[in-house]
């Protein structure tokens, strides 16, 4: 099968090549950073964890998204899903990939990713969490490739691929619970010490992984013959719906707790990333117009994203997915990991500003993600045009 991703149209390999050039760009600045180190990025002793922690963060919830997929096809028998769920299992095998590639590129030295493995430590979440990627990403691969090779060959899988695929699905909101945990479990940062931060993970993980998923599938029918079906995309905004207002809610919670009992710590951090924080005479506030894009973009989205429903709008549909992941990955790409980080446990401010090297090492990893969905979509797409499924 995977020929067929050696068969496209010029815009096909325009878009594989820019890729292409973006992976060559940010390899580049890779080889900076392991020639000269993590003082090439903007991280320092008081924010060690930047723009590729937070992109990993982000991306493990568009991971566990495709759990909104698997869980009402296979377990509910929702066939309006039977077109797109393998779309759900391959976005999710590019989305792993990307997470692991932004600890790689955290870590500094590659070579420091065998020490989980060679000294294991089960007492650490970071252990577990390299336990829940690695697998998830296994079973994504063993089940999406074995159903869509069955779908090849024109015969149902085989039953030995149904328990992995029934495991895939408490492992999908385990990847994410980890990574909350890895937050919440610090107990010098009052920002992640929170019951709700594992919910409040899955909640706009929810959101993400389908909203970025409908918006693929809306280009997909636009540029080929494969079409996702009305029923599912109407239940698919529905799903997205109901989690981004879920998420909005948790963050509710998360100030009423902070003002309304005037704990210091909490409201710190809230200030800095929505209002600015003073200190000593100086305002710091160099995410507040991302935060408060963040809440007003959601807001529209969700209000677009109905009025795109009742209409019938593929294009406004689109527009209020795009919003709703924008204003995700504002709040989980930037303010999640960034705001535990300032002010720091002393109350001292000290600001983060991603530098090139990080940006171009960000893009070639967000390219790397794309070339991949790109050949597992191309794959799967035009294994179900030639089978008419």
Not at 36 to 55: A, E, N, P
Not at 204 to 215: D, E, K, N, T, Y
Not at 225 to 254: H, P, S, W
Not at 325 to 331: Q, T, V
Request: proline content about 4%.
């Amino acid at each position: 099968m995977i020929e067929k991703a050696f068969q496209g149209s010029k815009g096909y390999w325009i878009w594989i090549a820019c890729l292409l050039a973006v992976i060559a760009v940010g390899g580049w600045c890779y080889a900076q950073q392991f020639t000269h180190g993590l003082g090439v990025t903007g991280m320092s002793r008081d924010v060690s964890w930047g723009l590729y922690i937070s992109q990993f963060t982000f991306l493990v919830g568009v991971a566990a998204g495709g759990l909104m997929l698997v869980l009402p096809y296979y377990l509910h028998n929702y066939k309006a899903f039977g077109r797109i769920t393998i779309l759900g299992e391959f976005m999710a095998i590019a989305a792993v990939v990307m997470c692991l590639m932004f600890i790689i590129a955290d870590l500094g030295q590659p070579m420091r990713a065998f020490n989980v493995i060679l000294h294991p430590s089960p007492q650490s979440i970071m252990f577990w969490d390299m336990i829940v990627l690695n697998g998830y990403l296994a079973l994504n691969l063993l089940c999406g490739w074995a159903i869509l090779h069955s779908e090849y060959k024109g015969v149902k899988y085989a039953n030995w691929v149904k328990p992995f695929i029934y495991l895939s699905i408490p492992w999908a909101v385990s990847i994410h619970t980890v990574t909350a945990f890895l937050y919440a479990g610090l107990p010098g940062r009052d920002y992640w010490l929170t019951a709700i931060m594992a919910p409040r993970f899955l909640a706009s993980a929810f959101a993400a992984g389908p909203a970025l998923l409908l918006i693929i599938a809306l280009v997909l029918e636009r540029n080929t013959l494969f079409r996702v079906g009305q029923m599912a995309k109407d239940k698919l905004v529905t799903i997205i719906t109901y989690a981004a207002i879920i998420n909005f809610f948790f963050l509710a919670c998360e100030f009423f707790v902070a003002y309304y009992s005037q704990y210091p710590s909490k409201m710190y951090t809230k200030d800095y990333l929505f209002f600015g924080l003073e200190r000593d005479g100086l305002i710091f506030n160099n995410l507040v117009p991302y935060m408060q894009a963040s809440v007003v973009i959601g807001v529209i989205g969700i209000a677009l994203i109905l009025m795109a429903r009742s209409r019938k709008s593929d294009l406004l549909l689109g527009v209020s997915c795009a919003m709703i992941f924008l204003s995700l990955w504002i709040d989980k790409g930037l303010g999640m990991v960034l705001g535990g980080f300032v002010p720091n446990p002393f109350g001292q401010v000290t600001q983060y500003y991603p530098t090139i090297i990080e940006l171009g090492i960000t893009a070639a990893v967000w390219a790397t993600g794309g070339l991949i969905l790109t050949i597992l979509y191309k794959v799967a797409i035009s294994v179900k045009l030639e089978k008419g499924l």
